[in-house]
Each structure stands twice: as C-alpha cells, then as structure tokens.
C-alpha cells in the first residue's frame, strides 16, 4: 500500500494559514522560488498530491480521462464557476494530463531567467511604478517573483503581456450565439512590443527613444471584407496611471482618427464577447484598477502546457459542445499545484459595467490561469480562460531562436448572462501573409505606427 504524506487537508490548512497571516511565499514544503532558481523545477517545493492528479483524487481520475458532467463534482474546487457551470450545463469537457514540473517549458526560457537574475531588485517609486532599485524602468523578467500582494502580482502581470520583448500572432475569432450558430468570424493579427524590459532584443533592456513608453500594441482586421483594413493602435506610457493613446483606422473614414481611450469595456469589432480590458485578464493600466487583494489560494485545473495540435499544419483547433458542438475549444488541462486569486475592482472607470473581477494565477510562472468578472449588482457576468502551449512535442517543434517558442493557443471569453461565447485561437498565419513572429525589430515600423495603419488598409 502507498502511504500519503501530505494529504489534501494538508495543504488546504497550509494555504488557509497563509492567507490568514497575509503571507504569501508560494511553495508548501519550501520556499518555491529559490527551489526554482536552483533546478527549474518545482519538485520539492509541493507534496505530491498537488503534483498528481491521481494522487489528488485517490484514484479516481487519471491523466488522458476527460471531465465530463458525469464527474465534475469531483473536481469543483478546482475549477472556476463559470467554467464548472460550462461542464456541468452546456457540455463543455476537459482532457486531463500530467502535471509539469519543468517551469521552463510554462513560460519563455530568457522571460524566467531574467526573473530569477533580477530578482530582489524591483520596488515602487512614489508614484507606485514598478522601478529597479536604481530608479530605472524595470529590467525584465517578473519585477516581484516572490509577490506579498496583489499589486505586486498584477504589477508583472500588466508589464508584460505574452513575455516576448516582441510578438505577433495571426487570430482567427468566431463568435457563437447561445443556439450554437457562428454568427461572426474575423481574421486579425494582434501585435506587441516592449521598448523597456527587454531580455532578448536589442537594445537592452531599454530602447532609450521610447523609454518612457510600457509597449506598444495594435491589431489589425484582415476579414471578412467589410472590417478589412480596421487597424488599432495602443500606446502605453510607463506611468501606470495614465490611459494609452489610442488611435485606429477605420476604412469608411480613410484616415486615423484619435480614439477615447478610458472606454476599454467596448467590443473592436461587432459581435465580439472580448474587451480591450480583457487582454492577458490585466488589459488596462496598473492604477486604473485598485483594492487588489489575495483572496484565496490553492490547486487549480488549468490549460498551462499542451494547447498546441501539431498534427494540423496551420494550428487550427476542434470544438465540441453548445447545440451543436462549436462552442467550445477541445482543452487539456493539469492539476496546478498553487493558484493565487486576486481580486480587484475598476476603480478608474466612472461607467464600467463590472464591480470587481476575481483572477487566478499560476504561482510557479505568475501566469493569469484564468478570469471571471462580475456586473454591478454583483452576480457573475463574463469569463476568460486560455491555454498556453511550448510549441514542442517528440515529433515536431516550432522554434524562437535557440529555444521552442513558447505562447498563449487559445482563448475562451464567455458571457454567462447572455450565453454568447468569443473563441479566439492563434494559428500560423492569416489572409495577406501575415505569420507569427518573435522579438523580430521590424514588427515596429510594420504594424506599431500610425503610418502602418494606412498601409494595412491599401
């Protein structure tokens, strides 16, 4: 007979201590950063029923079954609420699979080792930006690995997005009526780019003409044919009270046109269940939200490792579910071993249509797992939940310089009031040639100018 150690009370009184004594050193056995610093592993820093999902249930579930609404009970402390009111009512399901413990395949290789190299050398200024301990913009890597609050944790999460100095990443977005139907699809191509923090491009880690910049963001419509050419422009100052500028290009006005930028709770493009809010669950400015708090802590079913399907040439992905099985994304997920939820509330925002918005993130990489807000009145509104991938398999590879390229696969964003759901996956390439690239210079002059808004439009 295998004798348990550690069972699952364990480490819930473990997590329940933490939280009540306002510690937040992430690791049950040990002090998880330092472990990961010596081995990129997080082997010694859990018990090892937070680091099997066999042992976590007892047997009952093992990697490659699927949650189903036959068994989801089993499993509803470690989902969110949406996403178990998904499996058990509207036919969502999750494969399961081992739990990863090599965190340098959950995050890109240099983002993780700039985390661990900087680490202990990040602090507020007096205007609570994240700075070195010089008073320079941040360094790279996550400014506050071994994070004590939720500003801390949202803080990394807000500076750096897709953890590449640069990316970008050809979309394909449909949107699924509550019956079923697909009632939009667009193509997009969704860039970003760091002129501070950086650990790969040079120059680094400051591109000095814009160092007063956090990044610069655009997407850019490329179908159907009436939105083609429909191009946004954000530009983020480093002070994280200050809303991006935002300019777009609309076809019909042939020209850009300065866009309100605090309005970040709007839909792009019609039909569309995602906001410029919900990038990376952290899509506005720092200090446009505040009262962040940690309000819980512990294992999670997650989508941290395997979203890529290297059998279909250009990423695409299959659905199941809904009324007629094109609801939702087919999704492995795998036990987590510590979540850290942090709520926080739109404080900014005189007009926003949610109170709060409660966020789960992975404690081993500081990854948002996944989002549900909740409207004015308090009750549960929307969702958004994602799955990231190392582009690697025994087979085949996708490579980023010298290591696989590493990046978010897909993304659900979900109304639960209305019931109308945003699938968004990245595929290798859309309409007009446009194909994933990383921490490639040209993406600046190519799709982060106002000229380069005119251009997409010819």
């Known amino acids: 007979m295998h004798l348990i150690r550690y069972d699952r009370k364990y480490s819930r009184r473990h997590f329940l201590s933490q939280l009540a004594n306002g510690g937040l050193a992430a690791g049950v056995l040990g002090a998880l950063w330092p472990i990961i610093g010596r081995s990129g592993e997080t082997i010694g820093a859990y018990p090892e029923e937070l680091l099997s999902i066999e042992e976590w249930s007892r047997g009952k579930l093992s990697a490659g079954d699927y949650i189903t609404a036959d068994n989801v009970a089993l499993v509803r402390e470690l989902l969110d609420p949406i996403r178990y009111a998904q499996i058990s009512t509207m036919g969502r399901r999750l494969r399961l699979a081992s739990t990863t413990t090599d965190v340098m395949r959950l995050s890109p290789r240099p983002y993780m080792e700039a985390t661990i190299r900087n680490a202990g050398r990040a602090r507020f200024d007096d205007r609570q930006n994240v700075v070195t301990d010089s008073g320079d913009p941040w360094i790279g890597g996550h400014p506050f690995?071994?994070?004590?609050?939720?500003?801390?944790?949202?803080?990394?999460?807000?500076?750096?997005?897709?953890?590449?100095?640069?990316?970008?990443?050809?979309?394909?977005?449909?949107?699924?009526?509550?019956?079923?139907?697909?009632?939009?699809?667009?193509?997009?191509?969704?860039?970003?780019?760091?002129?501070?923090?950086?650990?790969?491009?040079?120059?680094?880690?400051?591109?000095?003409?814009?160092?007063?910049?956090?990044?610069?963001?655009?997407?850019?419509?490329?179908?159907?044919?009436?939105?083609?050419?429909t191009a946004y422009l954000n530009t983020w100052p480093y002070d994280q009270h200050q809303f991006p500028d935002l300019q777009g290009y609309l076809p019909a006005f042939r020209r850009v046109r300065q866009f309100p930028t605090s309005q970040r709770f709007e839909p792009l493009v019609p039909g569309s269940s995602l906001y410029l809010s919900d990038a990376w669950t952290a899509g506005d400015p720092l200090h446009t939200w505040g009262n962040y708090r940690i309000v819980d802590r512990g294992p999670m079913l997650a989508a941290v490792s395997r979203g890529w399907d290297e059998t279909n040439p250009d990423w695409r992905h299959a659905t199941h579910g809904g009324p007629k099985g094109t609801t939702f994304w087919d999704?492995?997920?795998?036990?987590?071993?510590?979540?850290?939820?942090?709520?926080?509330?739109?404080?900014?925002?005189?007009?926003?249509?949610?109170?709060?918005?409660?966020?789960?993130?992975?404690?081993?990489?500081?990854?948002?797992?996944?989002?549900?807000?909740?409207?004015?009145?308090?009750?549960?509104?929307?969702?958004?939940?994602?799955?990231?991938?190392?582009?690697?398999?025994?087979?085949?590879?996708?490579?980023?310089?010298?290591?696989?390229?590493?990046?978010?696969?897909?993304?659900?964003?979900?109304?639960?009031?209305?019931?109308?759901?945003?699938?968004?996956?990245?595929?290798?390439?859309?309409?007009?040639?446009?194909?994933?690239?990383?921490?490639?210079?040209?993406?600046?002059?190519?799709?982060?100018?106002?000229s380069s808004l005119r251009r997409h439009a010819a």
């Open 145 to 229: 690995p071994d994070a004590k609050t939720g500003l801390e944790l949202f803080a990394g999460l807000t500076m750096s997005w897709g953890r590449h100095d640069a990316a970008c990443y050809p979309v394909r977005q449909y949107t699924v009526s509550k019956n079923g139907d697909i009632t939009y699809e667009y193509e997009s191509v969704w860039t970003e780019m760091h002129p501070v923090a950086r650990v790969v491009m040079d120059p680094k880690p400051w591109w000095l003409k814009h160092k007063d910049k956090l990044r610069f963001q655009s997407v850019v419509f490329k179908s159907p044919g009436d939105v083609n050419g």
């Open 331 to 450: 999704t492995t997920v795998e036990l987590v071993p510590e979540a850290i939820v942090v709520e926080a509330e739109p404080t900014g925002f005189s007009r926003a249509p949610v109170s709060r918005k409660r966020v789960w993130l992975d404690a081993r990489t500081l990854l948002p797992l996944g989002m549900v807000s909740f409207d004015r009145r308090g009750d549960l509104f929307r969702s958004f939940d994602g799955a990231y991938a190392l582009y690697e398999t025994k087979d085949k590879s996708v490579m980023n310089g010298l290591d696989p390229y590493w990046s978010w696969s897909h993304v659900h964003a979900f109304d639960i009031q209305t019931g109308q759901m945003t699938r968004m996956e990245q595929v290798r390439e859309v309409r007009g040639g446009h194909y994933m690239r990383v921490n490639d210079p040209a993406l600046y002059d190519e799709y982060l100018t106002s």
